[in-house]
C-alpha cells in the first residue's frame, strides 16, 4: 500500500507563490513516478508536473512550465512543487499521486494508482 501526504496549500494573492509537499512511503519512493494534479470545480483532473525519484527525470505541463518546478529531496522522500507567480486560474485542489508506470503516461491521470487526499490552493 502506497501511503501519500501533501501539505502547502493555502491562499495567496495572484503573483505570489506556493510550495506544495508530497511525504511519500518510503519503501515506494525510488520504484515509483512521482506526479502532481489539480482539479478546479467543474473540471477534469489534470496532470501538472511529475518526476520519477529513482531516475530524476522530471516532465512539467506546457502551460505551467514557466512558473511551477518538481524537485525532490531524497532523504526526506518528499517531493516538492513550487509554484510562482500564481494566477486565479490555478486555483484548485492539488493532489499527489504515484504509480510505477506512471512517468511513461504523464499527464494522464488514469495511470497513477496511489493518491493522497489533496491540499487547497486558492489564488485571488
Known amino acids: 500500500h502506497v501511503q501519500l501526504v501533501e501539505s502547502g496549500g493555502g491562499s495567496v494573492q495572484a503573483g505570489g507563490s506556493l510550495r506544495l509537499s508530497c511525504v511519500a512511503s518510503?519503501?515506494?519512493?525510488?520504484?515509483?513516478?512521482v506526479g502532481w494534479f489539480r482539479q478546479a470545480p467543474g473540471k477534469e483532473r489534470e496532470g501538472v508536473a511529475g518526476i520519477h525519484p529513482g531516475t530524476g527525470n522530471t516532465y512539467v505541463t506546457e502551460s505551467v512550465q514557466d512558473r511551477f518546478t518538481i524537485s525532490q529531496d531524497y532523504a526526506k522522500t518528499t517531493v516538492y512543487l513550487q509554484m510562482n507567480n500564481l494566477k486565479d486560474e490555478d486555483t484548485a485542489m492539488y493532489y499527489c499521486a504515484a504509480d510505477p508506470e506512471g512517468c511513461e503516461y504523464f499527464p494522464s491521470p488514469r495511470s497513477f494508482r496511489y493518491w493522497g487526499q489533496g491540499t487547497q490552493v486558492t489564488v485571488s
Open positions: 518510503t519503501n515506494t519512493y525510488t520504484t515509483h513516478c
